[in-house]
């Protein structure tokens, strides 16, 4: 049974996107980026297109692709999230939960990679006191 352009493109349209949690793996030193995206496949070409045109907003990760390469960098997907029933629902708490997990378990800071440590809430109630004290 052959399908018409037509079909095909409708069923791509309501085919959900694949979302979750990917890595960018520096080879070379084994450091890491922890990352999400509601599209996967549209977060890793944006990272690849940013590092690529030497515009990353992490500046290490961009000065790292810049000494060794790009083909010294691995994009790894880690784990997905099945779409929810209701495909106008916003899954972005979901996402982030699992990203928080990931960077919980693997520690992408400092020497092990790019990403930034969250501040924990007793964290951001003393940035507040400390500005108010100084104001």
Excluded at 53 to 66: C, S
Excluded at 71 to 78: G, H, P, T, Y
Excluded at 80 to 109: C, H, I, M, V, Y
């Amino acid at each position: 049974m052959n399908k018409s352009k037509k079909q095909l493109k409708d069923e791509y349209l309501q085919t959900a996107p694949r979302m979750g949690v990917f890595l960018i793996r520096n080879t070379i030193n084994e450091k890491i980026l922890v990352c999400e995206g509601l599209n996967l496949q549209g977060a890793i070409n944006r990272h690849k297109f940013q590092l690529e045109r030497g515009v990353h907003p992490k500046l290490q990760l961009q000065k790292e692709w810049n000494e060794f390469g790009g083909n010294r960098f691995a994009f790894e997907i880690v784990d997905e999230l099945a779409p929810l029933p209701d495909s106008n629902a916003d899954q972005r708490a979901d996402l982030e939960s699992l990203g928080s997990l990931w960077l919980e378990k693997l520690q992408p800071f400092g020497e092990r990679g790019y990403n930034e440590r969250k501040l924990s809430r007793a964290d951001m109630l003393r940035q507040i006191a400390a500005r108010r004290v100084r104001d």
